[in-house]
């Protein structure tokens, strides 16, 4: 590359990192404010809280990757315009062409680590994801059972105390058990207990023995004791268990053994970012494209615009193609060509821009 080209690669790639890191911090903040709900509606063990954020982190790399290298290319362009440097660079001889070598030296390894993230990682970090969170509710000290905390569950309607917690993870002592069910108010005591769960259907349960059972209705005097030697009380089910293992999570080589219309969409979204990526950077050099005066923020709040448009109608055919509404042969292919090409017709009727260069 010239002296000029490597000027514009450096300023695109600290534009790209930067962006990088704050977007990454935006995803993980959301990421986080949904754990947190399911945390609380007991839906995810307390214990695998940091292990979730982590396993998210390829899934999240592979959402903002693309966008922050279109905002680091039209947001360099743009300074560039901005301070006069292009004038003085076109006046050179500099054309858009000139462009595409810094562009490609940036995008292209970009691309190769999102494809391998797409197809490789970020499959491993959702299975692992997925087993980590099953066999998580298989263990009462994993689900997030501590000894001496109450555990509210279900926004409210249910509370779990346990003193002591034995080493196994499925023995439990003195237990404390609150639920409302609509109008009626029940609550367990129980010397000891044992946390299982049903191998045919997965539903887990805690067994408690040597304990008695208050029923009342909240406004009236009346409260009806129980004693029993064994209760075995019905723990709520999470609502992100699924049947079966989610195309997410699924290995490559699976999937391109499988014909069917899920398996073809999931291997074109894993292969959507890096493709987006490279088609996104063509784009940034023409939308970027602004007078002296005139601010880069417009330009680039229109480049998020154009994303945002991309992407959206990327989703819509990933689940057009699983429905078997789109035909996997032509599935997203039809988007990427058609941004591609609108690219080099604005790269053609940029005037300022093109020329011998």
Known sequence: ???????????????????????LI????????????????????????????????????????PLSGFIAVMWGLGRLYRDQEMAVMRSNGFGWRQLLKPLMA???????????????????AA??????????????????????????????????????????????????????????ERVWIAERGEYWVDVETDQRYLAMMNGQI??????????????????????????????????EARPTAELLALSDAESRAELQWRAAPAILLVVLGMLAIPLSHSAPREGRGSRVLLGILAYALYANILYLCRGWIA???????????????????????????????????
């Open 1 to 23: 590359m010239t002296i000029l080209q490597k000027y514009i690669f450096r300023e695109w790639f600290a534009t790209l990192v930067a962006v990088a890191i704050v977007l």
């Open 26 to 65: 935006v995803l993980m903040g959301v990421f986080l404010g949904e754990l947190l709900n399911d945390l609380a509606d007991g839906r995810l063990p307390t214990g695998l809280l940091g292990l979730q954020i982590v396993l998210q982190l390829p899934e999240a790399f592979g959402n903002i990757l």
């Open 106 to 124: 940036l995008m292209l390894p970009v691309a190769g680590i999102l494809l391998i993230n797409g197809f490789s990682v970020a499959p491993r």
């Open 127 to 184: 299975e692992m994801a997925d087993r980590k969170l099953e066999d998580a509710f298989k263990s009462a000290a994993i689900w997030g059972l501590q000894a001496g905390r109450f555990h509210v569950l279900q926004k409210g309607a249910l509370v779990v105390y346990v003193e002591a917690l034995e080493d196994d993870g499925r023995t439990l002592r003195n237990i404390f058990v609150q639920q409302v069910d609509g109008e009626r």
């Open 214 to 247: 208050a029923d009342n209705i909240p406004g009236e005097l009346q409260v009806r004791m129980l004693t029993f030697e064994r209760n075995d009380l019905k723990l709520p089910e999470p609502d992100r268990k699924r049947s079966g293992v989610r195309s």
């Open 323 to 357: 429905e078997g509404i789109l035909p996997a042969s032509v599935g997203m292919w039809w988007v990427h060509t058609i941004v591609f090409l609108i690219a080099l017709l604005l790269l053609q009727r940029q005037g300022r821009m093109v020329g011998s260069g």
